[in-house]
């Protein structure tokens, strides 16, 4: 199989973690995958306003070059994939949002009249949770894993982006249940906790530390309660919130427990033996060999 | 607040009220304050007014003390209070037009100046972090 991945600015930056991680264990899994040619930043937030147009240039524009890759290479859909919840989400949105305005999206064609091809809403977006599921199957994963995790109780952080709205959500809203399959299909063992949609803070990382810090003590606090070795994401805002502001969420909390925060392809890529370099645990505030190693596994 | 009686003027406040509904694609009057809003809202800990407010304030056109809310700074747009309204509002589309109100009005009131922060701290901003608080804080 072969397939378009869309990074993103932050998987080249402070979560290469991330990237590597996805490359590698797709890899593995036989998927064939080539970053998009071109590629630029998403605008990491869907403008909201009902009549905006400005801010879904630049998904447009990445639309564009997807449909260009896919049209000069044998056997490509004409469809990406991207591992951050973030860049799934303004992309994805932008998406619905020209699908459904034709005038909208005639405007952003003509505004973009040095492009020769023209974006005529026919790209998918997809996130790579989703492509796992519906095009790998859970089922073949379980088979390609050499390194079951075993023993390892882990907790799925979905936060924001990945159910809301719900016409980007491609799981339950409320209770998706789409990581934890996933965790399982490596053999480790998914542990539910009631903040696992719970906003962390986003953007308020930049001017507002203090709250991010309240964010993690409530949201890995109810992680910890379930008595879980680590916490697994799949957007590098919330994995920064999370992990790099535990110290002074035991400042605000003096029995705040640290724990560590992966994305879900470290694991993928740990199950799969990818490899150190796949990795990437010295991008991490808190180290997640520790915890690996309780449970055998690093 | 304490002391003011909210009443509806037609005529009077609504240019305001016109303004918010078509910036945010919302028709305000369908809310009828239940509060689910602001009872899942992630961020209600640290706002002066809550959602449900927010919206109430918009029906009746308040707009100086709607745009001098801390509300419309704290809000992230996490969208859990559209997804669970039962009247289908999008409370965050609301504050959105809020303060892309407060930061258009001709006195460019930046909420974020990324000078401020330590070169350290930024350095260690992810890129999305940096982007997102500049599309949402500044002008
Ligand atoms: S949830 Fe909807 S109807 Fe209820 S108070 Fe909020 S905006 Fe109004
Ligand atoms: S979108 Fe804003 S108002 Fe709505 S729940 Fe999230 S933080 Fe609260």
């Not at chain 1, 993690?216 to 109810?222: L, N, V």
């Not at chain 1, 535990?246 to 490899?275: I, S, W």
């Not at chain 2, 009220?17 to 009057?29: D, P, R, Y």
């Amino acid at each position: 199989m072969k397939l378009i991945y869309y990074p993103g600015c932050t998987l080249k930056n402070s979560a290469r973690n991330f990237d590597v991680s996805t490359v590698s264990s797709m890899a593995e899994l036989d998927v064939e995958v080539e970053e998009l040619d071109r590629w630029n930043c998403c605008g990491t937030v869907h403008a909201l306003g009902a009549e905006n147009v400005m801010n879904r240039v630049a998904p447009v524009t990445n639309l564009i070059r997807v449909k260009e890759t896919a049209a000069k290479t044998e056997g490509m859909a004409s469809e990406f994939m991207t591992s951050c919840a973030m860049c799934y989400n303004t992309l994805k949105r932008a998406n619905i949002d020209v699908k459904k305005n034709p005038d909208k999206l005639s405007t952003i064609n003509n505004f973009l009249n040095l492009e020769t091809t023209k974006y005529e809403g026919d790209v998918e977006v997809r996130h790579l949770l989703e492509y796992l599921r519906d095009r790998v199957g859970f089922d073949k994963l379980a088979e390609k894993v050499k390194k079951p995790l075993t023993g390892l109780r882990v907790a799925c952080y979905y936060g924001c982006l990945l159910v809301r709205p719900k016409e980007v959500a491609f799981d339950d809203v409320e209770n998706p249940m789409i990581m934890e399959n996933l965790i399982a299909a490596l053999g480790a063992t998914p542990v539910n906790f009631p903040l696992k949609t719970e906003c962390c803070g986003a953007y308020h990382a930049v001017g507002k530390p203090e709250i991010i810090a309240d964010r993690t003590d409530k949201i890995m606090g109810s992680a910890s309660e379930q008595d879980v070795d680590l916490v697994v994401v799949s957007c590098p805002m919330c994995a920064y919130n999370l992990d790099f502001r535990q110290d002074d969420a035991k400042r605000l909390n003096p029995d705040f427990k640290h724990m560590p925060v992966l994305y879900f392809t470290q694991l993928m890529a740990l199950a799969l033996e990818c490899g150190d370099d796949a990795l990437r645990f010295d991008l991490h505030h808190i180290d997640p060999k520790p915890a690996l190693a309780a449970r055998d596994l690093a | 607040m304490n002391d003011t009686t909210l009443r509806f003027l037609p005529g009077k406040n609504n240019t305001f009220t016109a303004k918010v509904e078509k910036i945010s694609g919302q028709k305000l009057l369908a809310c009828y304050q239940c509060g689910k809003c602001s009872a899942g809202c992630p961020m209600a800990a640290y706002m002066d007014i809550l959602p449900n407010q927010i919206v109430r304030m918009a029906q009746l056109g308040m707009e100086k003390q709607l745009l001098a809310s801390r509300t419309i700074w704290t809000c992230v747009s996490c969208l859990t209070c559209n997804s669970r309204c039962p009247k289908n509002i999008k409370i965050a589309e609301v504050i959105e037009s809020l303060r892309e109100t407060a930061l258009r009005n001709g006195q460019r009131d930046d909420r974020l100046n990324i000078w401020e922060i330590s070169p350290e701290v930024r350095a260690d901003l992810p890129p999305i972090a940096m982007i997102a608080a500049m599309r949402k804080l500044t002008s």
